[in-house]
Every structure is written in C-alpha cells, then in structure tokens.
C-alpha cells in the first residue's frame, strides 16, 4: 500500500513504564500517523491505561475510549477494524441491511459490541435490529434461527452448527481457533462456525481463514489513510 510500518517488539517482561514511554514518543512524531498495540498483553500490563495512552488521533484501532464514544454515537472517526472489515464485507456482498434482523454471537469490546453499534446505526450497511446473544443467553440457539444475518465471534471452535442457522442467512465468522496441527506442522484453523454443514444452509458465509481477518487488516490501513489525511490536510 506504499505505507512506512515501523515494528516495535518489545520482551513479554517489559515494563509498563517502558511500554508507556515508547507510546509517548510515537504520539509526538510527526513521522507518525497511526499507533496499533497488539493486544492482549501480558497479564502484569494495564491494558486500559495503555489504550488510554494513545493519542485519539492516532488511535487507529479504535479502542480509545474517545473514538469507541463517536462510534456510540454515530460520528466515529476510526472504527474497530474487525467490525468495519464486517460491515464492509455486508455492503460489498450486496446483503440487504436496512431492516435486517441481526443477531451476533459475543460481546467483546473488540468485536461483539462494536459491530452491533455499526449495524444498529443510521447509514449504509446498517439500519438493522440488532440482538446480541452471550454465554448467559438462554437457549441462544432461539436467537440465532431467526437471523437473516448471522455474526458469530464466540470464540469456540464450531460453536454455531447448522440446525442453528435459518435458511439463506448470510453467516460472518470472526472466530479463528486452533485445532490441531496439518500433515506439514501447521497450525489447523477453525472458525466459530461449522463451515462444511452451515454452507449448505446458509446463503453466503465467510471463510476461515481468508474471510474477515483479511478485511480487518484492509481497514487498519483504511483509518491509517484517515489518520494521515486528518494529521497532513
């Protein structure tokens, strides 16, 4: 994409001071647009503090509680990757949205919640009635039936099988699970979907992988774009 990626990869034992520091001085460059922090972290950081030391404007990820604020009310400036990469694959695939009943499975800050936002919000590829369903649902199979579109970011291995699924839904599956390793020593992936049964019910369903992790780095690099834009006008 023609984009400078400057990689920090810093020891499991860093300090939180450490790590603060290092955000610090990529918030006052200039050179620098966008700041991503892999998450998780390890378990002696405080992540929320981390997140909050990111510079709004530079929040690329979206999970400052700055741009997750205009993303509740409607006026985001850098949407979660995930949940736009989702949106984007609803709108480029033609679902119809406007009045659609949606149902996702989770409620992570990372993509559950915020995709529900994006979709429940006046605009293109949302207008949708949105239901969020989580491990204290009771019989989340219920919800899920009635779906005409179907996002499921569980995080459990083929949680979501066919008799859970209505006929001709579209299915989004965000989940990547490893389940064993292939012939060759690689990692086996799973979704949170059971892709060979679900496809024959549904009428369209993401892959994994090559569904939406590809679509949520194609949006980082789209909000590094509205960063650069919005820093060099």
Do not use: W
């Amino acid at each position: 994409a023609g984009m400078i990626s400057l990689h920090h990869e810093l020891p499991a034992d860093v300090s939180q001071a450490a790590l603060l520091a290092l955000i610090d001085t990529l918030n006052s460059d200039p050179a620098v647009d966008g700041i991503l922090v892999q998450l998780p972290l390890p378990k002696h950081i405080d992540e929320q503090a981390v997140l909050l030391r990111i510079d709004p404007d530079k929040d690329v990820d979206g999970f400052h509680p700055v741009n997750v604020g205009k993303l509740v009310i409607g006026n985001a400036s850098f949407p979660p990757c995930t949940p736009a990469g989702i949106q984007e694959i609803l709108i480029r695939s033609g679902t119809k949205m406007d009045g659609a009943d949606v149902v996702v499975v989770g409620r992570s800050n990372i993509v559950g919640k915020p995709v529900a936002i994006l979709l429940m919000q006046k605009g293109p590829g949302a207008n949708a009635t949105v239901t969020v369903v989580h491990t204290r649902t009771k019989d989340v199979a219920s919800h899920t039936r009635r779906a005409d579109v179907l996002v499921v970011a569980a995080g459990v291995a083929n949680y979501v099988t066919a008799d859970m699924v209505k006929p001709g839904a579209v299915v989004i599956d965000v989940g990547v699970n490893r389940i064993g390793t292939t012939a060759s020593g690689k990692a086996k992936l799973a979704g949170d979907v059971d892709f060979d049964a679900v496809k024959e019910v549904a009428s369209a369903i993401t892959p994994v992988p090559g569904g939406v992790g590809p679509m949520t780095i194609t949006m980082l690099l789209a909000n590094t774009l509205k960063a650069a834009i919005l820093h060099h006008p």
